[in-house]
Nanobody, 130 residues
Framework: QVQLSESGGGLVHAGASLRLSCAAS????????????MAWFRQAPVKESELVAY????????YYGDSVKGRFNISRDDTKNTVYLQMNNLKPDDTAVYYC???????????????????WGQGTLVTVSS
């Protein structure tokens, strides 16, 4: 079992930055956490869930959704069992609940679909005002 806990959300003005954190607990030795692929999804009102970014196990590969490319950066610190999402130049369209998700290993298109993740956090709300 892995428990994920997000933090760092809040209310900001357009153009501001936020850094979200997702800390894993439970079965989280450093070796095991490094075997987890981690992703950030977001859910806005009346919109479908959207993959924001993922970082593969061992950090070998990262992916960004088109709407956040060049503005967001995903990273991980396996010594702290934590994954981060640095969000710069935020826009009102970024307003959503952001969820952290994990799965063991995975690669390529497997990491694009929320159905392929095993554990989820409770979400953190990001609100960007214009």
């Amino acid at each position: 079992q892995v428990q994920l806990s997000e933090s760092g959300g809040g209310l900001v003005h357009a153009g501001a930055s936020l850094r979200l954190s997702c800390a894993a607990s439970g079965r989280t030795s450093t070796n095991y956490f490094s075997s987890l692929s981690m992703a950030w999804f977001r859910q806005a009102p009346v919109k479908e869930s959207e993959l924001v970014a993922y970082i593969s196990w061992s950090g070998g590969r990262s992916y960004y959704g088109d709407s956040v490319k060049g503005r967001f950066n995903i990273s991980r610190d396996d010594t702290k069992n934590t994954v981060y999402l640095q969000m710069n130049n935020l826009k009102p369209d970024d307003t959503a609940v952001y969820y952290c998700a994990s799965r063991l290993h995975g690669w390529g298109t497997v990491l694009l679909s929320p159905q392929n993740y095993d554990y989820w956090g409770q979400g953190t709300l990001v609100t960007v005002s214009s």
